[in-house]
Nanobody
């Protein structure tokens, strides 16, 4: 059974930083693209950042470019999201997602291309 467990969320003031982690069990992530999505109250889930299974191709939502950084450790089946210069509009539940990709150089921003999801971790940024 594949499980994704996120951690690292919390309450932070605007301008602060948080580091989210997602640990995968029941599967090795060597051939999986990994991504972070988020969902704010009353809004649809949106793509935040993604990373190919080679670890060389990254994609970010325009709203987080230059502030967030995604990374992965295949040996530990872990993906991280470093979030800096946080803004109140970053407040959301953040979800980790995993999806098989044939190519090591592909990462998708589409939620339907990810097969497994975590339960989410709350990030709240106060102004």
């Amino acid at each position: 059974q594949v499980q994704l467990v996120e951690s690292g969320g919390g309450l932070v003031q605007a301008g602060g930083s948080l580091r989210l982690s997602c640990v995968v069990s029941g599967r090795t992530i060597n051939n999986d693209a990994m991504a972070w999505f988020r969902q704010a109250p009353g809004k649809e889930r949106e793509f935040v950042a993604g990373l190919s299974w080679s670890g060389t191709i990254m994609d970010y939502a325009d709203s987080v470019k230059g502030r967030f950084a995604i990374s992965r450790d295949n040996a530990k089946d872990t993906v991280n999201l470093q979030m800096n210069s946080l803004k109140p509009e970053d407040t959301a539940v953040y979800f980790c997602a995993l999806g098989w990709q044939r190519s090591p150089w592909v990462v998708s921003s589409r939620s339907d291309e990810y097969d497994f999801w975590g339960q989410g971790t709350q990030v709240t940024v106060s102004s």
